[in-house]
């Protein structure tokens, strides 16, 4: 029991560190774990998980380039108001 409770706790401690990564390095990591269990297939139903997990990746990717853009937008707006806090472009 004392052996299952370390490496629970092994794996809670690497989660956590990878909180610190980078985005592209997690993700990149992860979709290597994940083709190296496609290829491998240690269990029944393996793949299904594997393609699940580059899928899910794939959706965060997505929305996290999607709130970049709209960071930039909104700094791109911010900058085209003029010194009276009027947005410039309405006034044309």
Not at 12 to 26: G, K, Q, R
């Amino acid at each position: 029991m004392s052996q299952n409770r370390t490496a629970q706790t092994g794996l809670t401690a690497a989660m956590a560190l990878l909180a610190y990564l980078p985005f592209e390095s997690v993700a990149k990591g992860s979709l290597l774990v994940c083709v190296t269990i496609f290829i491998l297939d240690p269990f029944p139903l393996s793949r299904i998980y594997a393609l699940g997990s580059v899928v899910v990746v794939q959706l965060l990717a997505k929305a996290r380039n999607a709130a970049l853009a709209a960071q930039e937008r909104a700094a791109a707006e911010e900058g085209q108001k003029d010194n009276n806090g009027v947005d410039a472009r309405k006034e044309k």
